[in-house]
Each structure stands twice: as C-alpha cells, then as structure tokens.
C-alpha cells in the first residue's frame, strides 16, 4: 500500500475524531457524570500508558516494584517530582545490584 495514502487515511482518521464532538456537542455539557468523566480522562490515560512502562522498565519485575513502591510512598510524603524520580531510580537501580 501507498505510504502516502495511510497518511492521508490516518489524517482523516484523526481530524475526524477530533472534529466530530464540536459538530455535534453545541451546548454545553451540564450531566455531572460526564463532567466528572472528562475532567478524570486525561489522568486514567497518562496512568495507562505509563503504568506498564514503570513494571518493565528494568530486567526483573521485582526491582521495578521497589522504585515504584518507592516513587508512591515517596508521593504520600509530599516530596516534590524531581527527588520522588531521583530517588525510585536509586532505589530500582540499587535492588538490581542486590537481586
């Protein structure tokens, strides 16, 4: 098949999904639950795309759940973004030195 055609295709494809709520949503939304659904939307997809990623990030799934377990417990402390990402990746990396 044409390269350039999946192109197009896939540009239609896109636009299309992206256009289609504005054409057919002219009012604006007042049902709570799907208010609720999406303002939360973009969180559940972020979490699940990055949630595999975080299990098989390094050779043995045991060493992943310790830098995961240490980015949550460090996240329930409230300590900021980049020390909770410093310190999972010491820890992933220091339990495959271990294991």
């Known amino acids: 098949m044409n390269v350039y055609l999946c192109i197009v295709i896939m540009s239609i494809v896109t636009y299309t999904i ?36 975080i299990l098989y990030c390094t050779d043995s799934l045991a060493t992943s759940l310790v830098g995961f377990g240490c ?3 460090l996240t329930l402390l409230k300590l900021g973004l980049v020390p909770t990402i410093v310190f999972s990746c010491i820890a992933a990396y220091i339990a495959q030195l271990v294991v």
């Open 71 to 73: 980015a949550v417990t």
């Open 18 to 53: 992206r256009m289609l709520p504005l054409l057919v949503l002219r009012k604006e939304i007042t049902n709570r639950f799907i208010l609720s659904f999406l303002h939360y939307a973009p969180y559940v997809t972020l979490a699940v795309m990055t949630f595999p990623g």
